[in-house]
């Protein structure tokens, strides 16, 4: 379904160049979730963007069932189906939560936008006229990000940390909506998270850090060797190990 | 008696697609042209300068009076109106001007409209400018309204210039006395060469007294507009000054909130701020499969509506 060959990415910083990520490939297929994790500044969420089209790779090829979209932006890649949802969604002032919604459901008729609104814990009634301004709490306004990729008729849908800011009855009922667009449709669906029954999820954990994939698993074997890791660790230091096992230093 | 330009501009202003229920004024190039009143809206002529007197009686509910203004020619008019809004009474006054101005010649109307909200009345004042037409000459527009609010009155104001002014200045003097509420709206938007400026002054005079400002405007091209927004508590009572600008190519906005309190228990609070369209906002509207110019007419719209 979406490929990603030998893609690097190398951004302008502060302190000058910096190589973001290194030859990554990648096969994504369809109806089939997958839960991208490992260290925060590990190149993540740059995949994520580069498969949306924010971010132009320096080198290698993304290709969407087999046609090459490397050159195209982001409204591009929308009308082909792929989805982003951000990790940090933008507010709008003026711009109301249905307006966004509609936009996104385009004319997808199938699509009851107070039903997507309930998908994600929010009332319909207390949320569909709302600006999305600075009145909403990151919570909220991370679970209308999710409702407006939810809204869409994706082949790819994106998923930028969903659960951050996310209560804990919103987040079960965020894991069943993840299990249940992957039972009713073919979207291929990419996590990024470090939660680990966002984790159990997954068809694939793809582990991500220094820029590149260090390794693809399943679930069981990933967090079976987090559990070894937190069990052999000798500091009660409250190490984090998801994701970050190249990392882990004991001090 | 109204040709097509005519009704574009009355349907633009004053959302009139045909001759309005209840009461009316209507004004063209400088002379009332049709007018209508009810059992309990009454509008006189003034004799002493151009303008009319528009007389709401004691506790008229649920109506409406439409004075729209339109321009077809390059002249100049001024009018003075005075609303009478009687004590407990209910209603929606809208105003607005239109400007169609196909010559070489300043096509100019400066309106002062002075209202007097008696005890407990309500109304909602609807104000909307508007310009148009290929000639050289200008189009200004200089609103200059003025409203006392007796005890436990209220106003609500939408002030909304479309588009196609090239010069205004809008004065907008409120006095409220106690437990008396206002809420101003006022959207604006500018494009080449236009100039706006807007004089907000709002004295809160009596106990428990409530008033909030939301002014929201976008500037494009060379545009310029300036923002004066000056609130002051005489007593205890809250009040909100919000001023937000979109700054688009090089145009420029100056935005000046002042408020001053002359007792212990007012509140007041204000709020500025000017800044571009971000780029986060410009990104998500095109991950829904806009494009950069789709998402940033959305943004504009949803901002000034």
Known sequence: MLQLKNVSLTLEGEHGKKQILKDISLTLKKNKIYVMTGPNGGGKSSIAKIIM????????????????????????????????AFQQPPRFKGIKVKDVLELAVGDNTKVNICDLLYDVGLCSQDYLNREIDASFSGGELKRVEIASILARKLKVAVFDEPEAGIDLWSFQKLTETFENLNNMTDTTIVIISHQERILRLAHQVIVVSEGKISEITTPDKFLGEIEKLETDCRCKNNCTFIGGRTDVQCD | MFNVIDKKMLAAVADLHEIPQGAYNIRKNGQGVERNITANIDIVT????????????????????????????????????????????????????????????????????????????????????????????????????????????????????????????????????????????????????????????????????????????????????????????????????????????????????????????????????????????????????????????????????
Do not use: W
Not at chain 2, 63 to 71: A, D, G, R, T
Not at chain 2, 198 to 212: C, D, F, P, R
């Open chain 2, 46 to 305: 003034k004799k002493d300068k151009p303008g009319i007197d528009i007389i709401v009686k004691p506790g008229t509910k649920n109506e409406s009076v439409h004075i729209p203004v339109i321009l077809s020619q390059g002249i100049s008019d001024m009018v003075y109106n005075t609303f009478e809004i009687g004590e407990g009474s209910d209603v929606l006054v809208v105003a607005g001007c239109g400007i169609h101005n196909s010559s070489s010649q300043t096509a100019q109307h400066d309106g002062i409209h002075e209202f007097f909200i008696r005890r407990g009345a309500r109304m909602k004042y609807v104000e909307k400018h508007y310009g148009e037409g290929d000639g050289s000459g200008q189009k200004v527009l200089n609103p200059k309204t003025i409203i006392e609010i007796e005890e436990g009155g209220s106003a609500e104001l939408e002030m909304i210039q479309i588009e196609g002014v090239d010069q205004t200045i809008r004065d907008t003097e409120v006095r409220l006395h106690k437990n008396a509420r206002l809420i101003v709206t006022e959207r604006l938007l500018t494009t080449s060469g236009q100039n706006a400026e807007s004089n907000i002054t709002v004295e809160l005079t009596g106990e428990g007294a409530t008033a909030q400002i939301l002014s929201r405007s976008v500037a494009q091209d060379d545009s310029v507009q300036v923002f004066h927004l000056n609130m002051r508590g005489y007593a205890p009572c809250r009040g909100h000054i919000q001023c937000d600008s979109i700054i688009m190519d090089k145009a420029r906005v100056s935005s000046i909130p002042e408020i001053t309190a002359y007792h212990s228990e007012a509140e007041l609070v204000h709020e500025a701020a000017i800044g571009r369209i971000a780029s986060e906002q410009l990104m998500k509207l095109m991950t829904l499969g806009l494009t950069e110019e789709e998402a940033e007419n959305t943004i504009l719209k949803g901002f000034l509506a």
């Open chain 1, 53 to 84: 089209g924010i971010y132009q790779p320096t080198s290698g090829k993304i290709l969407l069932e087999g046609e090459d979209i490397s050159a195209l932006g982001v409204s591009e890649r929308a009308r082909l189906g792929i989805g982003y």
